[in-house]
C-alpha cells in the first residue's frame, strides 16, 4: 500500500503537469488570437495605403503631364524680330492699321488739322502702336501657360509628398505590426516549452520537500 508521501506527491504532480497543460493551450490561444488581430490590423493598414495610393494616382499623373507642357513652355520664347517681321505682314495688322488711319484722318478732318505735324506723328506711331499691343498679347499668353503648366507640376509635386508620407506612415505601421504579429507567434510557439519548464522547476521543489 503506498505511503503518504506518495500519494500526496502523486496527486500534487497531476494537478502540477494539469496546470502547465491548460496554462500552455491558454497561451497559445491567447497567442494565436493576437497574430490574427496584428493581422487583421496589417491587412487594413494594407488596404488604406493603397486606397490612399489610388486617389493621389491622378494628381502625380496630372503634374508628370504638367512637367512635359512646362518644359515647352520655358523653351517657347519670344524672338522681337521675327515677331514683328510676321505681325507687319499679317492680315491682323494690315486690318487694324488700315481702319485706325482712317479713323484719325476722319477725326483730324473734322478738326481742321488733317495736314499738319501732328497729323503725320500719329499717323506714323500706329504701327509700333498695334504691333508692341500684339506683342504684348502674345507675351501674356505664353506666360499664363507657364503658370498654368507650373500649377500641375505643383498638384503633382503635392500628390507626390502626400504619396511618400503615406507609404512612409503605411511602412511603420505595417513594420510595427510585422513585429507584433511575430512576437505573438513567437510566444505561442514557445508557451509549451515555457510551461514544461515551469513544471520541472516546480515539481523539484516539491520533491524536495519529501
Known amino acids: 500500500m503506498p505511503d503518504m508521501k506518495t500519494g500526496v506527491s502523486s496527486a500534487l504532480g497531476g494537478v502540477q503537469v494539469g496546470g502547465a497543460v491548460a496554462g500552455a493551450e491558454a497561451a497559445k ?20 495605403r493603397d ?27 519670344l524672338d522681337p524680330a521675327k515677331f514683328y517681321g510676321d505681325y507687319f505682314n499679317s492680315q491682323e495688322y494690315g486690318q487694324l492699321n488700315d481702319q485706325a488711319q482712317r479713323n484719325l484722318l476722319a477725326t483730324r478732318e473734322a478738326t481742321g488739322g488733317l495736314r499738319t505735324t501732328s497729323s503725320a506723328n500719329l499717323l ?64 505561442g510557439a514557445a508557451a509549451p516549452y515555457q510551461a514544461a519548464s515551469g513544471l520541472f522547476s516546480n515539481l523539484s521543489q516539491f520533491a524536495g520537500l519529501f
Do not use: C, H, W
Not at 29 to 48: G, I, M, P
Not at 57 to 72: D, R, S
Not at 136 to 146: C, I, K, M, S, T
Open 51 to 77: 486606397i490612399s495610393l489610388a486617389n493621389l494616382k491622378p494628381f502625380l499623373q496630372t503634374g508628370t503631364a504638367g512637367l512635359a507642357g512646362l518644359t515647352e513652355a520655358a523653351n517657347q520664347q
Open 29 to 48: 490561444k491567447a497567442a494565436k488570437l493576437e497574430a490574427e488581430a496584428a493581422q487583421k490590423a496589417l491587412d487594413l493598414q494594407r488596404e488604406t
Open 124 to 187: 506714323g506711331s500706329i504701327a509700333p502702336q498695334l504691333a508692341q499691343s500684339a506683342f504684348a498679347r502674345q507675351q501674356a499668353l505664353q506666360d499664363a501657360n507657364y503658370n498654368r503648366q507650373m500649377g500641375l507640376v505643383n498638384v503633382g509635386l503635392n500628390a507626390a509628398g502626400g504619396s511618400n508620407a503615406a507609404a512612409g506612415n503605411a511602412a511603420n505601421s505595417m513594420s510595427n505590426l510585422l513585429l507584433q504579429q511575430g512576437q505573438a507567434k513567437a510566444g
